[in-house]
């Protein structure tokens, strides 16, 4: 398995959260080891445009969009495989033909939506035994239910806590920071 390795801030507590599960993998940004791994996994805490560009100057863009294992995007991660942000106007991967929008705050919520949220209307690749359990958030952006959604999240809105399409999976929460629901995620991505 390789965490791909840029500009994100989380590759440290996914790699925490790998190691608790005793599973081998490497932190790269060289596009023939990403290549040739099994799985791979796409963190990601910051923002859209600085990060699209690191993308680009690598050629990691590319990598990406044409990998044809297993490959689960966290957070920003899947933000940026979606057709384009809000957040600074911003061309993503384009891997799901969906938006990314800015929350809007509205009394009693703030953005960004930080703490833990339950999943609702869960289905394939999330277990069902995850139907209301909560998740750890910290995101400003989020992606509208649409037919790769595999789980829902409300927070002013209704949002894809979680989506499928192909061999790329993708959460907004942070499985690494979300105890046993997030365990349950990682191990049930690590079984596909």
């Known amino acids: 398995m390789v965490l791909i390795k840029y500009n994100a801030g989380n590759i440290q507590s996914v790699s925490?959260?790998?190691e608790r599960l005793g599973v081998d993998f490497t932190i790269s940004d060289n596009p023939e080891i990403i290549n040739s791994a099994d799985r791979v996994i796409f963190p990601g805490v910051g923002e859209a445009s600085t990060t699209m560009?690191?993308?680009r100057d690598r050629k990691l863009d590319q990598v990406i969009k044409n990998?044809?294992?297993p490959v689960l995007g966290i957070c920003l991660g899947?933000?940026?495989m979606c057709r384009h942000s809000e957040e600074n106007d911003t061309e993503c991967l384009g891997i799901f033909d969906q938006p990314v929008k800015r929350f809007v705050p509205k009394a009693d919520f703030k953005v960004p939506h930080m703490g833990w949220n339950e999943l609702t209307k869960v289905t394939g690749w999330i277990s069902p035994e995850l139907e209301n359990?909560?998740?750890?958030?910290?995101h400003s952006y989020y992606v509208p239910v649409n037919m790769f959604t595999s789980a829902v999240t409300e927070y002013t809105v209704?949002?894809?806590?979680?989506?499928k399409k192909d061999n790329f999976y993708a959460v907004q929460f942070?499985?690494?920071k979300s105890a046993e629901a997030g365990q349950t995620i990682l191990k049930n991505f690590l079984r596909i």
């Open 16 to 18: 925490f959260a790998l």
């Open 53 to 55: 560009a690191y993308l």
């Open 67 to 69: 990998l044809k294992q």
């Open 78 to 80: 899947m933000q940026l």
């Open 133 to 138: 359990k909560s998740v750890y958030y910290v």
């Open 158 to 163: 209704p949002f894809s806590a979680a989506m």
């Open 174 to 176: 942070h499985p690494e």
